[in-house]
């Protein structure tokens, strides 16, 4: 109880500092060996393909119109995107998966045009942050992680695409392979974007999807069972997901 009571006020504290127009604070990214070697891993793409653009390149142009009538989705993302099985969870649905693991939203931004905006959906699904946290590219201030959410967004709605952003999942570290994710992943910055994200759409006419409620547990973690390695769900914690992301797409597209 005493963590769940820690998690609480921070809440509070957080909602408080945003409502008074204050910069959230923003905590440096862990320097640990494994995001120093993932970093490293990485330098070529950082060089050459900061986007990750020919990832998608060939699909996106092979990719048919929308048909007249069809709610075509794009689920826009970093690694828990990619790693979703959306034929499976959502069968018959003209969803779109251009999730790519390992990114951050300064990267997704770099690809949205080509990924999204070109493939002419009527909604887009917005799950990101949880790799600007890490710092997978770079420290990040969480002013410019929101200042790249809502361009994500303002891009879509100039272009009629209805948005819906989802929650920053919470993470957990009840495993050995999740000591070092949770590590590199403050669950309090977690949560202080999050209240940014619900604020923010709560004030631009972009739906909230709030994964992080119905996967959080009493110390404000990701629940047990939903995730192996703490980060990424498997597939109870993709069941959990799917009704909600669906919801929020019905949600959506009563728009105007």
Request: hydrophobic residues 45%; contains cysteine; proline residues 5%.
């Amino acid at each position: 109880m005493k963590s769940l009571r820690f998690v609480c006020l921070t809440a509070e504290v957080v909602a408080a500092l945003l409502a008074a127009g204050q910069q959230t604070v923003t905590l440096p990214a862990t320097g640990s060996p494994g995001l120093d070697h993932y970093r490293a891993s990485r330098i070529a793409i950082y060089l050459n393909d900061y986007g990750e653009l020919a990832r998608y390149g060939a699909a996106d142009a092979a990719l048919k119109a929308p048909a007249p009538g069809e709610n075509r989705v794009v689920f826009f993302g970093d690694s828990i995107t990619d790693m979703w099985n959306l034929a499976e969870s959502f069968p018959s649905k003209p969803y779109v998966n251009r999730g790519i693991s390992g990114q951050t939203t300064s990267q997704m931004l770099v690809r949205f045009r080509q990924d999204v905006i070109n493939l002419r959906p009527k909604v887009v699904v917005i799950l990101a942050g949880t790799n600007d946290i890490a710092g997978n590219s770079g420290p990040i201030a969480d002013s410019d992680i929101e200042a790249n959410f809502a361009s994500l967004a303002e891009l879509a709605r100039a272009h009629n695409i209805h948005v819906v952003v989802a929650s920053i999942l919470p993470v957990h570290n009840y495993t050995p392979e999740s000591q070092e994710l949770f590590a590199q992943r403050s669950p309090e910055r977690i949560l202080a974007l999050n209240i940014w994200l619900r604020n923010y759409c709560s004030a631009n006419v972009t739906t909230y999807l709030d994964y992080f409620s119905s996967m959080v547990d009493g110390k404000g973690w990701l629940k047990r069972d939903l995730a192996n390695d703490g980060l990424h769900p498997n597939k109870v914690g993709y069941a959990v997901m799917v009704p909600l992301a669906q919801a929020a797409i019905d949600k959506a597209l009563k728009k105007p």
